[in-house]
């Protein structure tokens, strides 16, 4: 398949109904977007496209190495978006891609919000 997704609800009633969930994908390459970054670079334009203005996400980059992207989008004005805090890792291997998300439909809190992006940070490529 050209992708595979796991949804994880963390906190909610269920995976249709979750206040906080961590999403796993895994595509092939996309010929055209350079790696990590023009991924990130990809979903920042699409995102805008779909609440232009006052209403556009805001994307925040928070690590980069040479294969990976981790980033933090605040959306709270734009009901297109999944949710409206997010965390993101982006990992970019020579025959997979993978997206790690973390989706906060409410308040995320100093302490979880590290937990969180330590979790992120943990996942690499061998």
Request: aromatic share 8%; with cysteine; charged share 20%.
């Amino acid at each position: 398949p050209a992708h595979l997704v796991d949804l994880i609800a963390t906190r909610g009633h269920s995976v249709d109904q979750w206040e906080e969930a961590l999403e796993i994908m895994s595509i092939v390459p996309v010929r055209g977007i350079a790696g990590a970054v023009g991924w990130q670079a990809q979903m920042q334009s699409a995102a805008q496209a779909r609440c232009p203005g006052s209403a556009a996400p805001q994307f925040t980059q928070l690590a980069q190495d040479e294969v990976s992207v981790t980033f933090e989008v605040r959306a709270p004005n734009c009901p297109a978006e999944r949710a409206p805090h997010a965390l993101y890792r982006l990992v970019a291997g020579k025959r997979s891609w993978f997206r790690l998300s973390v989706f906060e439909k409410g308040p995320l809190d100093a302490t979880a919000r590290q937990q969180w992006l330590d979790l992120l940070a943990s996942a690499h490529l061998q």
